[in-house]
């Protein structure tokens, strides 16, 4: 989870914005899975990713969807220098994407390239997702891949892709139009990192009883 970083909220306390973020950016994630937003941004580019990343964070950080001008680390590793990003992202859209291999290679890349300010592996796991529909009409289901375990083989992935990419093959599933998968998907994705306070149904559940009342409402001035 991201310490405090201006936002659009207005929000001082880390807390407080790690939970807004969880809350809004996770029914952004849903919307573009329900409305086919998805669908329509171009697959396996980084324009893509950032069509995503835009989506998810338009509400909440002015940076949603635009490449970082900081240089990021984590640990001991350092992802690309800003630099050289640009040439790395150029590099990694001409990247073949046709069978398994290929994708995770390419996703390794974009991981490594960290092209955000903050939400990369959150965008980048749809991105991911993206691609193996289109290519495989494959989908990972993330409720299925431990936490610890894909947070150890991705900080091994730049130098030893084999675990990472035993883990996700063990993980495939043919269910690329099932929301339970996705919703499931999307909060194994979160937890990864930290943000763990929402259940996406739950969320989805809240939203449409805060609805319910306004159509109630609509109905009553319609009789």
Do not use: C
Not at 11 to 28: C, F, N, Q, T
Not at 93 to 108: A, G, L, R, S
Not at 117 to 143: C, H, M, P, Q, Y
């Amino acid at each position: 989870m991201a310490a405090w970083i201006e936002n659009k909220l207005g929000i001082k306390d880390p807390i407080e914005l790690a939970h807004r973020e969880e809350e809004i950016s996770k029914m952004h994630a849903l919307e573009l899975y329900d409305g086919g937003i998805l669908d329509t941004f171009v697959v396996g580019k980084f324009i893509g990713l950032q069509s995503i990343h835009r989506y998810l964070f338009q509400d909440i950080y002015d940076f949603a969807g635009k490449m970082r001008t900081v240089n990021l680390a984590k640990g001991n590793f350092r992802f690309a220098p800003v630099l050289y990003l640009k040439e790395a992202l150029d590099n990694i859209d001409h990247m073949p994407q046709k069978n398994f291999n290929q994708i995770i290679e390419k996703y390794v890349e974009m991981n490594v390239a960290h092209p955000f300010r903050e939400g990369n592996g959150r965008s980048t796991r749809i991105w991911l997702d993206a691609i193996f529909r289109k290519e495989l009409n494959l989908a990972v289901d993330w409720s299925k891949v431990d936490k610890e375990d894909y947070l150890f083989a991705m900080e091994r992935s730049p130098v030893r892709d084999t675990e990472i990419k035993a883990l996700l093959q063990s993980a495939l599933t043919d269910k690329v139009n099932d929301r339970e998968v996705f919703m499931k998907g999307i909060d194994a994705s979160y937890r990864y990192e930290g943000y763990s306070t929402y259940q996406t149904k739950e969320l989805v559940k809240q939203r449409e009883q805060e609805q319910e009342p306004q159509k109630s409402g609509l109905k009553d001035t319609q009789r």
